[in-house]
């Protein structure tokens, strides 16, 4: 198993396990990013290592974020709050456009739940290869939906058909932890 590093910024790392050898070239992953947070790091990395891979990112401020998965990625930006559940409302953190003083702004938005986000948004007949999950809490209530005893099951009881879970974790005290 080969592991590379997939430096994020000078805050945190992100880590990611090569994909297996027996896949053949060239390989078109997908590859969807919950939680931009003004930066591409991890994102251009893994785009150099492999090209071909496709980017789909959900972040609920659209400012400098937008530009970044459009512009430098070739991706596809939603602008949306995500977590385990759909909500009318939910509370956030929304970084400040001044990036230099990493504010963050708290406030209340809708949260579509990550079921729903890739039947109805993402809406890719592919597999998603590798999600990238930092939304500042809320990623307990994504990570309950494909791990857990009702984890593999559509709401009618019926399996998905998916291979298993290949997720990024972070490491942090969050003080927003929503489901």
């Not at 785009?47 to 071909?52: F, G, L």
């Not at 980017?55 to 939603?78: H, M, Q, R, W």
């Amino acid at each position: 198993m080969e592991i590379f590093r997939l430096q994020s910024d000078d805050e945190e790392q992100k880590y990611f396990i090569k994909f297996s050898n027996n896949i053949k070239r060239p390989l078109q992953c997908n590859v969807i990013t919950l939680g931009v947070g003004h930066s591409i790091w991890a994102e251009r990395n893994l785009s150099k290592i492999y090209p071909e891979c496709r980017f789909y990112a959900v972040d609920p401020s659209s400012d400098i974020n937008s530009d970044l998965v459009k512009k430098e990625l070739g991706g596809t930006f939603l602008e949306a709050a995500i977590g385990g559940e759909s909500l009318d409302k939910t509370l956030i953190n929304v970084w400040e456009k001044d990036v230099v003083k990493k504010g963050v702004n708290r406030r209340m938005v809708p949260q579509i739940g990550i079921i729903e986000f890739l039947r109805k948004k993402y809406q890719k007949t592919e597999p998603v290869d590798l999600m990238l999950i930092d939304v500042e809490g809320a990623e307990f209530g994504i990570l309950e939906k494909f791990v857990g005893p009702n984890a593999g099951h559509k709401a009618d009881g019926t399996p998905w058909t998916n291979a298993g879970p290949n997720a990024g974790f972070q490491a942090g005290g969050h003080a927003n932890q929503n489901k």
